[in-house]
Nanobody, 124 residues
Framework: QVQLAESGGGLVQAGGSLRLSCAGSGPTLGPYAMNWFRQGPGKEREFVAAISWTGGSTSYADSVKGRFTISRDNAKKMVYLQMNNLKPEDTAVYYC?????????????????WGSGTLVTVSS
């Protein structure tokens, strides 16, 4: 059973940065893709970023391209999301998820395991 635990959320002013971490436990996270999703107040859960097992392929939502960077350290079973130039609209609970397959997918239904989330609040 794979377990995922996010950390690194908090309160930050607009224009600031945060680095989210996702720690995996149990079996290896490989060779599966890993994702970050977020759910803002009153909104549906949405795709943020994804990374392949090797890290050679990444995908980002248009709203975060150029500001967020996803990375992973497979030896440590860790996935990261570096978030720069944060905006109030980035306020959300951020979730780490392991995909059900190897190929990157942006679909919520394509995830097999989820963390419990970490709250990011961006003040204006």
């Amino acid at each position: 059973q794979v377990q995922l635990a996010e950390s690194g959320g908090g309160l930050v002013q607009a224009g600031g940065s945060l680095r989210l971490s996702c720690a995996g436990s149990g079996p290896t996270l490989g060779p599966y893709a890993m994702n970050w999703f977020r759910q803002g107040p009153g909104k549906e859960r949405e795709f943020v970023a994804a990374i392949s097992w090797t890290g050679g392929s990444t995908s980002y939502a248009d709203s975060v391209k150029g500001r967020f960077t996803i990375s992973r350290d497979n030896a440590k079973k860790m996935v990261y999301l570096q978030m720069n130039n944060l905006k109030p609209e980035d306020t959300a609970v951020y979730y780490c998820a392991r995909a059900g397959g190897i190929v990157i997918t942006t679909e919520v239904n394509g995830m097999r395991y989820w963390g419990s989330g970490t709250l990011v609040t961006v003040s204006s």
